[in-house]
């Protein structure tokens, strides 16, 4: 076990509630309970007079503070795209929306105060659902975006009108998945503290993204980003919802620079629910166009996305659904348009894998549907179907937002379904189900199959130093922020194995915007590829370094110096040499500085696209409808890998996630917009107990973009899994007719499509 994990298990973490300051003050919201009103009136004397309360914020009193935020992922075909403001500009336009801010000296306080705030609404009309919103005469979210559509979006590629015109088989089915939350264990909090003396501002954020946060703060307060620090201390889970710059965290800095104390707000869980932002629902119209022995010819997909009230981040899930939507498959002609449409909603954004994972689901679930069109088995239709590896790289047709084509750099799919088929066990399981129907009395199983294709560290650079002290210890800096995904131990082992000393002799530091001028964060798989190939580039550097400071030692050339555990040795006599602190001490004696430093940056040749399987084999109880699984398999392809053990943590993670996204989770709300589900006791996150053993196999094919081989693994747990649970309940429930075409698959649910299965059967 490495010095983090055991610090935080052992509860030696620092997260930002940990974090007090003297004359600190506790921020607390008031939140609309409309989905759409306008506001009309706010007393705030009651609570302003409240014990402990040092002021209360409205929109009018922040002035010119309380401009929209800015659109971090623009692109074309965005109209207008609308913005949430620190507190609501008049109208509030979903449920959980701040109107206005309290500051008291306690948490318990702050929160009496809010209770006394005084707000009046005039309830407007609502839009909860995209049929609503896109119907004739629906309220309009945001006036500036006619007809609720903030963007359409289409891709041709081949001819599928021909296509679907001669094709011997076609298949329709329409797909709905549905909202859900990212339920971290750390909910989002900061603290913002200002030193008028220095007019240094400093937030502790729980964030994916400092650099970006600190840009934002800086130009909405007019200061020099130098004298805006962000740093992310231990993250309790983010999954993509920390990313960006909440409107609540900014405010946080602006208060804290105009009262001059620092300013601390942590969300509360029912909070969460209401105010973070969310993912999954789309409903997508598929048809595709086949041969009568399960070859593809072409696939056609018409889906809405909604953004809720604000367009956080633009059409940017909508972007990466359709970059998914033709998995590892050949497919020569697509038509696929979207629309993303505003609702009075929370706003939606990334939730790992941020889009893709619906465009797997989409993608399997309609090869599941042809290969009972054709009466074939659902593994000879992907069989005949996949890119060979002699194509790759391939190209798939599909373009994004700035034009940039769609390419797979490397992956050998038959490879990875040939390895998942085998291990599994395949046959045997269709065996064994057969065998189960014949004897009604127990459960009928299910077996599952989905794979996927995933893109990965598709952008931006990321800088790392490494200084090594004058003990010979090293410390190194980076950007991204660590959220639980083992980065430390990951680049301490990747820097100890180039530098040959124990990775206990290397300290990690990450996300403090102090320590490196720009990073683009932690998300989308990116940080083991392109921070893992800058740290191994620097620790490379800094390895030549040694060899050549030893060789001038010495007197000989560096390429007869060899690093072996901690010491710089001559190959041909290995006694003479030096310990790295020796060797320190030998140029600071003549000099130099004590200590050795290199700075080395890493941005890849284009995305990597990891792969793999998923196959899982289950039953369902007739009397209860309660799903259990018998058995579970990932087989991915994450190219070369740093931390073996890492990246079966990821795997698992996500497919947690994956699991309880396919079974158990769904964000409901009324007619009214109103939330139905604001606390765990509503959400069904898995336990611990719904989670079966999980087999991980790993194939490899190294991605040609970076000098590593690597690709992401942080989303590869989920990204088939919807697909896979969907398609093994379906099975076992008897196949075509119900089709499993909506999730999550909840007990209810799945009692109806059983007893919807057996009215067929008899």
Partial sequence: MSADVQRLLTGGGTFVD???????????????????????????????????VVGVITAQDLGSLNGPLPLRFAHPGLRRPQMPRLLADGVTRHVGEPVAVVLADGRYEVADAVGLLDVDYEPLEVAA????????????????????????????????????????????????????????????????????????????????????????????????????????????????????????????????????RPVKWIEGRQENFVACQQDREQTHQVDLAATRDGR???FRDRFSLDIGAYALYGSLIGFHTTAHLIGPYRLASLDVQFEAVHTHRVPTGAYRGAGRPQGTFVIERAVDHLARAVDLDPA?????????????????????????????????????????????GYASWRAAQVERRSRTAEPPIGIGLAMYVQETAA???????????????????????????????????????????????????????????????????????????????????????LRALAAEAIACRPDEIVLHEGRTVRRDHPGMGFGYAELLQRIARAGAPGSLEVTAGFEPGGAAWSSGAHLVALEIDPDTAAIRVL?????????????????????????????????????????AAQPVVTTLADYAVPRASDLPPVEIVRVESPSPHNPLGLKGAGESGCMAAYAALASAVEDALGGARPSVTALPLTTPQVWLLSQ?????RS
């Fill in 631 to 671: 058995r579970y398999l990932v087989v991915h392809d994450p190219g070369a890998v740093l931390d073996e053990e890492a990246v079966r943590g990821q795997i698992f993670g996500g497919l947690a996630q994956g699991l309880g996204g396919a079974l158990f989770e769904r964000l409901i709300w009324d007619d």
């Fill in 459 to 545: 952008h931006g650079s990321e800088t790392v130093t490494l200084r090594m002290e004058p003990s010979g210890h090293v410390v190194m800096t980076a950007g991204p922020p660590s959220q639980g995904q083992r980065l430390a131990p990951v680049l301490t082992r990747a820097i100890g194995r180039e530098l040959a000393i124990p990775a206990g002799w290397v300290d990690v530091a990450t996300g403090d915007t102090a320590a490196t001028e720009e990073s683009f964060g932690t998300h989308g798989s990116r940080v083991a590829t392109v921070v893992g190939n800058a740290a191994t580039q620097a620790a490379r550097h800094l390895a030549d370094r």
């Fill in 380 to 424: 000879i239709v992907r069989a005949r179907n996949l890119i060979p590896p002699s194509a790759m790289p391939w190209q798939t047709g599909l373009h994004q937002p700035d034009g940039t084509p769609i390419e797979y750099d490397s992956g050998d799919y038959p490879r990875v379904l040939e390895v998942a088929l085998d291990r599994f």
């Fill in 296 to 298: 593809l010819l072409a």
């Fill in 18 to 52: 940990d974090i007090r300051l003297p004359g600190m003050v506790h921020a607390a919201f008031a939140r609309s309970p409309h989905a759409h009103a306008r506001i009309t009136r706010i007393d705030a004397r009651e609570a302003g007079a409240a014990r402990g």
């Fill in 129 to 260: 659902t995209v049929e609503q919103a896109r119907s004739p005469g629906a309220p309009l979210v945001h006036a500036e975006t006619p007809g609720n559509v903030a963007g359409i979006y289409r891709w041709r590629v081949g001819n599928p009108d021909d296509a679907f015109l001669t094709a011997p088989v076609r298949v329709s089915v329409r797909l709905e998945i549905s909202r859900g939350a990212a339920v971290p264990i750390e909910t989002r909090g900061c603290l913002a503290s200002y030193d008028p003396a220095t007019s240094m501002l400093t937030v502790w954020a729980s964030t994916q993204s400092p650099h970006y946060l600190q840009r934002t703060i800086a130009r909405r307060l007019g200061l020099p980003e130098r004298l805006v620090r962000v740093i992310a201390p231990d993250v309790g889970g983010a999954f993509g919802v920390k990313g960006g710059a909440p409107r609540e965290y900014v405010l946080m800095a602006c208060l804290a620079v105009r009262t001059g």
């Fill in 756 to 760: 919807l299965s057996s009215q067929r």
